[in-house]
């Protein structure tokens, strides 16, 4: 078999590729190299969102680590950032999320964290990897009476979770009109409540999950419905979060979407001029706009590129004592406060800036000039990933179509860590023309290997 986790976890199909079988065993053998790194019998927190097969792989979840002798600390539905955060607020070993993120609903998936709300180590994840295909590689242990490990109830979390972030900034919401887009995931049931305990006055969509509308026409990845809801009821600000919570991209008063990039252009100005950017640097991805480049040898701050990945920025920002980074998707690490991306406090600390300098967000945002960018997918199954990325000819096409952008664009080709998809991205001044030229890369690729 391939190998189980990618960079976000594990990741596939529910009920087919990512079975109750592969959760029981992931529970089960997570628990049991955890308890060989602590020496002590595990508490594990275990969190979801809200996708229809998620009570199904958390059972089975929480029965592999309750057969090692683990205690499981189940939460139910909240975002993977109140894992990250609480984890080690409740003294756990280890967090667990049940959730495909930006998926839609018959994708899930399960990451871990470690007990300092990280990502677990590759060395960790190794080793569960190699007990999950080969049992006897570990201590595989049988625990009995009262060695079996607990399922407790965890009904608080999301409450605490909320008040975390609301005493994470100095903000007062009244008088403000805000518009949140929910996707229909875990922050349908915290997000609405904590805007309007600050004081905002909401208005909400996409925050009634059924089980199988999770990021369906909405969220982060859809955010149209909240540009009309934004213009309809006149708000000052709007924000859209994905399935689990850790993405989150803008709004501003006119309906027109902000991504990432410009959301920490702004947010990085800001703690620049009040001396809370670490090193003067903001940590982005190979994907980030152009338009960042420049913003940032204008204001004087300093970018660090990493690969895609939220892991690899978080990586390098720890690495490098930095205090800021993320995504074009919307993924934003503040390492004061979180441990991850989290849409909710990112939206918050965005609201701060606006209120403390008294620029609207439409205003804000021309901090930075976003240059023309394409991005496409092409269904491209994982075993063929790596002969895509190192074909001759696909590789020849983009190094001409590059000569021919004459250092005023450039074109990315990209394996999706997280979904069988090749990600082909061109930025450039003629939008036609790299519209063009990504749509012939395209074609290539999907003639060659589909």
């Not at 625990?143 to 909320?162: E, F, K, L, M, Q």
């Not at 994905?242 to 990432?260: K, N, P, Q, W």
């Not at 696909?394 to 952008?405: D, G, N, P, Y």
């Amino acid at each position: 078999m391939g190998r189980l986790f990618g960079t976000d976890g594990v990741r596939g199909v529910a009920n087919t590729e990512l079975t109750s079988e592969l959760a029981y065993k992931l529970g089960r053998y997570g628990a049991i190299v955890l308890a060989g790194e602590t020496k002590h019998k595990p508490r594990i927190l275990v969190g979801s969102d809200t996708r229809i097969s998620c009570p199904m792989l958390e059972s089975a979840m929480v029965a592999g680590i309750c057969s090692a002798g683990a205690d499981a600390l189940v939460c139910g539905v909240i975002p993977t950032p109140g894992i990250a955060k609480l984890v080690k607020m409740y003294d756990c070993d280890a967090g667990v999320v049940i959730s495909a993120s930006h998926n839609s609903f018959e994708f899930n998936g399960i990451k871990f964290f470690s007990s300092e709300g990280f990502k677990l180590p590759d060395r960790i994840e190794d080793e569960i990897e190699k007990a999950v295909n080969d049992p006897s590689s570990c201590d595989d242990r049988r625990p009995s009476g009262t060695d079996v490990g607990h399922r407790i109830a965890c009904s608080c979390a999301s409450s605490d979770y909320a008040n975390e972030l609301k005493k994470a900034f100095d903000i007062d919401l009244h008088g403000m009109r805000i518009a949140l887009d929910c996707a229909n995931g875990a922050t349908s049931f915290i997000a609405p409540e904590l805007f309007a305990a600050l004081g905002a006055e909401v208005f909400t969509s996409a925050a009634s999950p059924d089980g199988t509308n999770i990021n369906h026409r909405c969220g982060s990845t859809h955010p149209e419905g909240l540009c009309d809801l934004v213009r309809e009821n006149r708000c000052d600000a709007g924000f859209a979060f994905d399935g689990d919570g850790d993405r989150m991209l803008a709004v501003d008063e006119d309906g027109s979407v902000i991504d990432g990039d410009v959301i920490m252009a702004i947010i990085a100005d800001h703690m620049k001029r009040h001396g809370e950017l670490n090193n003067e640097t903001l940590v982005v991805t190979v994907m980030s706009n152009l338009g960042l480049d420049i913003f940032a040898a204008e204001h004087g701050i300093k970018l660090a590129k990493t690969k895609v990945g939220d892991r690899y920025v978080l990586e390098e920002m720890v690495a490098q004592g930095h205090s800021i980074g993320g995504e074009q998707s919307g993924h934003i690490i503040l390492l004061s406060n979180t441990t991850t991306g989290d849409g909710m406090l990112s939206a918050l600390k965005l609201l701060q800036v606006i209120c403390d300098s008294g620029v609207s967000l439409k205003d804000s945002k021309k901090i930075m000039k976003v240059l023309p960018q394409v991005l496409k997918g092409v269904k491209v199954s994982n075993g063929n990933k790596e002969a895509v990325m190192n074909d001759p000819e696909i590789l020849s096409k983009c190094a001409e179509i590059e000569t021919e952008l004459a250092g005023r664009g450039r074109v990315l080709v990209r394996a999706s860590g997280t979904e069988p998809l090749i990600r082909v991205m061109l930025e450039g001044e003629d939008t036609d023309k790299i519209t063009e030229s990504c749509d012939f890369i395209i074609s290539m690729i999907s003639d060659k290997y589909n």
